[in-house]
Nanobody, 125 residues
Framework: QVQLVESGGGLVQPGGFLRLSCAAS????????MGWYRQAPGKQREVVAV???????TYADSVRGRFTISRDNAGNTVLLQMTSLKSEDTGVYYC???????????????????WGQGTQVVVSS
């Protein structure tokens, strides 16, 4: 099963900077997209940013222009650079990956999706 390991969360003051990293391992097949989601206290999980295997990126309106998602050449690690952080960016940030793997010699495929355990980001003075 694909494993996602996140790092980089922490406490930062408003206006500050953090960089989150998510490394995927035990990959079977290919990764189609990786992204970051967040869940603030008392709220539902929401998408923050996603990057596809073709390097197409999408951002939530609330973070566009402040956050940048990127991935390494191998496509197994995704970074989220967060600048001009606001208190409303506080939450648990989860890495997500989805992909496809061949399951038999006939070429049948199966899609998979997995989540990391989350990393806490607190923006506070």
């Amino acid at each position: 099963q694909v494993q996602l390991v996140e790092s980089g969360g922490g406490l930062v003051q408003p206006g500050g900077f953090l960089r989150l990293s998510c490394a995927a391992s035990e990959i079977k097949g290919s990764i189609n997209a990786m992204g970051w989601y967040r869940q603030a206290p008392g709220k539902q999980r929401e998408v923050v940013a996603v990057i596809t295997d073709g390097d197409t990126t999408t951002y939530a309106d609330s973070v566009r222009g402040r956050f940048t998602i990127s991935r390494d050449n191998a496509g197994n690690t995704v970074l989220l650079q967060m600048t001009s952080l606001k208190s409303e960016d506080t939450g648990v940030y989860y890495c997500h990956a989805e992909g496809r793997t061949v399951v038999n010699v006939d070429g049948d495929v199966a899609d998979w999706s997995t989540w990391g355990q989350g990393t806490q980001v607190v923006v506070s003075s």
